[in-house]
Nanobody, 119 residues
Framework: QVQLVESGGGLVQPGGSLRLSCAAS????????MGWYRRVPGKQRELVAA???????IYADSVKGRFTISRDNAKNTMYLQMDNLKPEDTAVYYC?????????????WGQGTQVTVSS
């Protein structure tokens, strides 16, 4: 049984930082691309960042230079370091896993963690 468990969300002031974690089980982690999506009620979900098996990374334009995705294959864990957070980053953030980046939206999803950026 595949499980993706996110943690690290919370309330932070604009300009602050958070680090999200995604712990994976039930998959051979090193053989999966991993990604972070976010969803705001009433808006389409957005791919925030993704990291391939070879650690190639991609980012949404809205987070480039502020967010950093990484993975630790020894710990079966993926991270999203979020710096200089803005109110528009407020969303539920979801961890995803798939055999490749192109199919990240269509395979495994976590339950989500809320990130709220507000003063």
């Amino acid at each position: 049984q595949v499980q993706l468990v996110e943690s690290g969300g919370g309330l932070v002031q604009p300009g602050g930082s958070l680090r999200l974690s995604c712990a994976a089980s039930g998959i051979i982690f090193s053989q999966y691309a991993m990604g972070w999506y976010r969803r705001v009620p009433g808006k389409q979900r957005e791919l925030v960042a993704a990291i391939a098996v070879d650690s190639l990374t991609i980012y949404a334009d809205s987070v480039k230079g502020r967010f950093t995705i990484s993975r630790d294959n020894a710990k079966n864990t993926m991270y999203l370091q979020m710096d200089n957070l803005k109110p528009e980053d407020t969303a539920v953030y979801y961890c995803t896993a798939a055999p490749n980046i192109a199919s990240l939206a269509y395979n495994y999803w976590g339950q989500g963690t809320q990130v709220t950026v507000s003063s």
